[in-house]
Nanobody, 123 residues
Framework: VQLQASGGGLVQPGGSLRLACAAS????????VAWFRQVPEKEREFVAA???????YYRGSVKGRFTISRDRAKNTVYLQMNSLKPEDTAVYYC??????????????????WGQGTQVTVSS
């Protein structure tokens, strides 16, 4: 299974970006796909996840601003990020696991990762 993350870039505060995580080799619809982010010298932190039954989960600081969604036909998960803030600046990674776990917000629960895409929010 391979994950390909894309969509990062430079955006001004208040702007929007949409990240994509395209999977190959296995259907993501049967598992949990999550987005994490990391800044230098800090641990990777959970951002959002979508599980096989469509349930979604978010870290508190992105609720109401970020939306995770899944396109089964394209085998791709998206992270729509609106009202971006400078503190959202990080490298964003997508990850997948089968089956779902109650520990979905912990990075060490995932064995399949994409390569990361840089998001920079700055004026």
């Amino acid at each position: 299974v391979q994950l390909q993350a894309s969509g990062g870039g430079l955006v001004q505060p208040g702007g929007s970006l949409r990240l994509a995580c395209a999977a190959s080799g296995r259907a993501i619809s049967g598992g949990t796909v999550a987005w994490f982010r990391q800044v230098p010298e800090k641990e990777r932190e959970f951002v959002a996840a979508v599980r096989e039954n469509g349930a979604t989960y978010y870290r508190g600081s992105v609720k109401g601003r970020f939306t995770i969604s899944r396109d089964r036909a394209k085998n791709t998960v998206y992270l729509q990020m609106n009202s971006l803030k400078p503190e959202d600046t990080a490298v964003y990674y997508c990850a997948a696991r089968w089956p779902h776990t109650v520990r979905y917000q912990y990075a060490d629960e995932y064995s399949t990762w994409g390569q990361g895409t840089q998001v920079t929010v700055s004026s």
